[in-house]
């Protein structure tokens, strides 16, 4: 079998466009743009780094990015916030970047996180259907 080089920029093109467009069928069903909501705590270089992605991507996209940066906060004050973003009407879709600073329970975070809004797939519900290869995707 011969290998196939793979076009990665080209790939990653057509990924955009495609989303782009299941974006703006979303957002027309919807009567507005869908929005991610992105906790982070702290300053770890490497979220803010891939917060700006996740940022430019969503603006590629149509998606609205929607940043609760907490240069510092108590364990309660994310687990508040956490479940406030998952009650919204107007956010679809969340992610808490890791990692979480010390004192912050991880497993109390995600346990408040709405699964339906639980893009990563961290909540135990989504983990659990992942593991099952229950097919579809793991998010509405």
């Known amino acids: 079998m011969r290998a196939q080089l793979l076009d990665g920029k080209a790939t990653a093109a057509q990924m955009r466009t495609e989303t782009a467009e299941q974006v703006a069928a979303l957002a027309s069903a919807l009567g507005r743009p869908p929005a991610l909501a992105v906790v982070r705590v702290g300053d770890d270089a490497a979220s803010v780094s891939y917060a700006r992605m996740i940022e430019r991507t969503c603006g590629q996209?149509?998606?609205?990015?929607?940043?609760?940066?907490?240069?510092?906060?108590?364990?309660?004050?994310?687990?508040?916030?956490?479940?406030?973003?998952?009650?919204?009407?107007?956010?679809?879709?969340?992610?808490?970047?890791?990692?979480?600073?010390?004192?912050?329970?991880?497993?109390?975070?995600?346990?408040?996180?709405?699964?339906?809004?639980?893009?990563?797939?961290?909540?135990?519900?989504?983990?659990?259907?992942?593991?099952?290869?229950a097919g579809g995707p793991l998010v509405p």
Do not use: C, Y
């Not at 309660?76 to 919204?88: E, F, H, I, K, N």
């Not at 879709?93 to 990563?120: C, F, H, N, W, Y």
């Not at 983990?127 to 290869?133: E, I, K, P, R, S």
């Open 61 to 133: 996209v149509g998606v609205v990015f929607l940043p609760h940066l907490l240069a510092t906060a108590e364990e309660m004050g994310v687990l508040d916030l956490v479940g406030s973003l998952s009650a919204s009407d107007t956010i679809d879709g969340i992610m808490v970047q890791e990692p979480l600073p010390a004192g912050i329970s991880r497993d109390r975070v995600i346990e408040v996180l709405t699964p339906a809004k639980d893009v990563d797939g961290v909540h135990p519900l989504n983990a659990g259907l992942l593991l099952q290869d």
